[in-house]
């Protein structure tokens, strides 16, 4: 089955500094990836993602990149505030299958 | 609110009880996951149904575990016999299922503490 593996698991950044989350999955057959961010308490929340048949998308401060090569996706969030403080998770998955998710990312914006 | 719903919120249970949980996804949603999330880890897939047909288990469910989704809306996940490592937040989600559409949408989670 798919395996994600996420780095760092915990990152710490100034406020107004760029923020980078990396993943990795094993499962060639996975086309659909998307990030959640969730604070504490609170539900996951899709905040972007990504299919197979794009490299990079971008949505303002936040984009993700995917190199299908070498199975792996990126999430960016730049010009960083207090608020982006939360842990992200990265997820893949198969068409229409369920998610498999990585092991999460405490990111700590600081003023 | 038109988001996934989940009840109860919190459950407290001495071990060796039977609990269940409920999701309502969002309307029209025919796609329908369980997840369970431990401290610090990410959510684990538990199981999913395309409207009524439970389509795929985890080998992480034991016989202890059964969902079911009856009429293809609402779904009920029931543990029996709790044990205390099935302390966790157990999340639902639904998507549209539809063509290439795979967004998920969470809901709010039950957790459940086994005393």
């Known amino acids: 089955g798919e395996n994600v593996e996420q780095h760092p698991s915990t990152l710490s950044v100034q406020e107004g500094d760029s923020a980078v989350i990396k993943c990795t999955y094993s499962d060639s057959a996975s086309n659909y990836f998307p990030w959640y961010k969730q604070e504490l308490g609170k539900r996951p929340q899709l905040i972007i993602d990504i299919r197979s048949n794009v490299g990079e998308k971008k949505d303002q401060r936040i984009a993700v990149t995917l190199n299908k090569t070498a199975k792996h996706f990126s999430l960016h969030i730049t010009e960083t505030q207090p608020e982006d403080s939360a842990v992200y998770f990265c997820?893949?998955?198969?068409?229409?299958?369920?998610?498999?998710f990585g092991t999460g990312t405490q990111l700590k914006v600081e003023l | 609110d038109t988001g996934v719903s989940q009840d109860p919120r919190h459950k407290i249970t001495k071990r060796g009880q039977n609990v269940t949980f409920r999701c309502d996804p969002i309307s029209e949603h025919n796609r329908l996951y369980w997840y369970r999330q431990t401290l610090g880890q990410g959510p684990e897939f538990l199981t999913y149904?395309?409207?009524?047909?439970?389509?795929?288990k985890s080998r992480l469910l034991s016989d202890r575990f059964s969902a079911e989704r009856p009429k293809g809306s609402f779904s009920t996940l029931e543990i029996q016999r709790t044990e205390q490592g099935d302390s966790a937040m157990y999340l639902c989600?639904?998507?549209?299922?539809?063509?290439?559409?795979?967004?998920?949408?969470f809901g709010q989670g039950t957790r459940l503490t086994v005393v």
């Open positions: 149904f395309q409207n009524e047909a439970q389509l795929e």
């Open positions: 997820a893949a998955s198969r068409p229409l299958n369920k998610l498999t």
């Open positions: 989600a639904s998507s549209p299922g539809g063509g290439d559409n795979t967004e998920a949408f």
